[in-house]
């Protein structure tokens, strides 16, 4: 805020500028008090919410990882040839072993253009006009403006731009003779043919480098194909990714061509999976626990006073704490044990987290493992329950946690535009009660001047008398 400093005449001799500088400050102290105060509150809690709400998507993350790599149910997939298929066991999976033969990977299309003999710099449109390429697949078309004077590697940087996304790709591939551009796509499997169209003449003269195909095996001697090397559904649970076609042992001289030699596919029941699982799910509540603590619970200052933190007391802290810590009390599985303290999961009672006791977790997973994975798999499991019991808070932009956050940022506005407004009203104040005081200064000072050429004119008619 601008001191306006006006002149300082010989009447009170007011010190304008500090006096006008306490009045102001006067006026200004209790609401810049208030704003001030509000101010530092909602930014506090606004960071202490932002805290909370990262906490609590990293633990929602978690549960979302334990329940589609399955974790928590004890399973370990392997492979005995892990350069022919690997595999990783779901949700779903059950002990088992199956003879995997791999025949044929899935190929994705490929194509390329003629040769030109200039390499990657060669126009590929002399006109001057823009012409189209057309790229085709599974009954889509992508078009590929071509401008005047565009040269081959203009034309790969181009789809490699725009079409990435959808799967396709272009790369130049140079020799002695020049460049070519080659395309393929990452879809594979039968039908899935590259075709060429269009204005521009890239498809003239263009050849098939490689035809799609889908991949084949047999799975216990059961033939069948995908459309791409990964496959999902074949067995119940598994998921299997080939890597290449299974070999085949060295012919005999003469003899007849062995068979491939298959490879063997394994989902068996892991004790130390499953508390790997079990381990991993207590630190990740844990670390939303102290998250949530350090914005929530009360400490104590050196002298000993509680210091409470910015979210102490909070309500909607109060009832997510609660709605978390129910769905860990509560029962469930399918066997004998129910809850986590049965193998061996309990609260500390000082600092309110998870601790697992191994001699506890011995003795049930012995007889229990089933059990334990059961308490919390399932769309009744803990993990689907503590994802449904903390939606309401973490759910982007429409949940609780999200909403406040806007609602605190918004008062933040708001208050930032108080602010603008009080700094403009005490500037306006200030200007004013300036000129008011000049303005007196002055007069009394016309007032002063006046009076002295009274009492001059008096004291000379005096001295004329005297004499």
Known sequence: MAIVTGPTGSGFNFA?????????AAQKAPKQAQINTQSLKATSTLSSIGKIQAALDAFRGALKTMTTDASLTGLTGTSSDEKVATMTAGPGASNGSFKLVVTQLAVASKLSTKNFTGGANSVVNSTDKPTTLTISQNGKNFDVSVPPGATLQQV????????????????????????????????????????????????????????????????????????????????????????????????????????????TISVTTSNTTLKSGVKGFVDTYNALLKA??????????????????????????????????????????????????QFGVSTNSDTGLLVL??????????????????????????????????????????????????????????????QDTLDERMDALQKSLTAKYIAVDTLVTQIKGQSDSIMNTLNALNNQKNN
């Open 16 to 24: 304008t500028k500090d006096i006008v500088t306490s009045l102001v």
């Open 156 to 263: 790969r940087d181009t789809i490699n731009t725009q079409f990435s996304t959808a799967g396709l790709s272009a790369n130049i591939l140079t020799d002695s003779n020049g460049s070519r551009m080659v395309l393929t796509s990452t879809t594979m499997g039968d039908g899935s043919d590259l075709k060429l169209s269009g204005t521009s003449g890239l498809d003239v003269g263009s050849t098939v480098v490689e035809k799609p195909q889908n991949a084949k095996y047999t799975i216990d001697g059961i033939a069948a194909e995908s459309k791409s090397n990964t496959i999902a559904n074949a067995v119940s649970g598994i998921s299997i990714k080939l890597l290449s076609v299974s070999p085949r042992p060295a012919t005999p001289t003469g003899g007849p061509v062995p068979d491939q030699t298959p490879t």
């Open 292 to 341: 949530m603590n350090a914005e929530t619970k009360v400490t104590k200052a050196p002298d000993g006073s509680p210091v409470a933190a910015t979210l102490t007391g909070d309500s909607s802290m109060r009832t997510l704490s609660t709605a978390i810590r129910n769905e860990l009390n509560a029962l469930g599985g399918t066997g004998q044990l129910k809850s986590l303290a």
């Open 357 to 418: 006791d191994d001699k506890v977790w011995d003795k049930a997973v012995a007889t229990n493992a089933a059990d334990i994975s059961s308490i919390f798999s399932g769309k009744d499991g803990l993990l689907a329950r503590l994802t449904a019991a903390t939606d309401s808070y973490a759910t982007a932009k429409t949940g609780s946690l999200a909403k406040r956050s806007v609602e605190l940022s918004d008062s933040l506005n708001d208050l930032k535009k108080q």
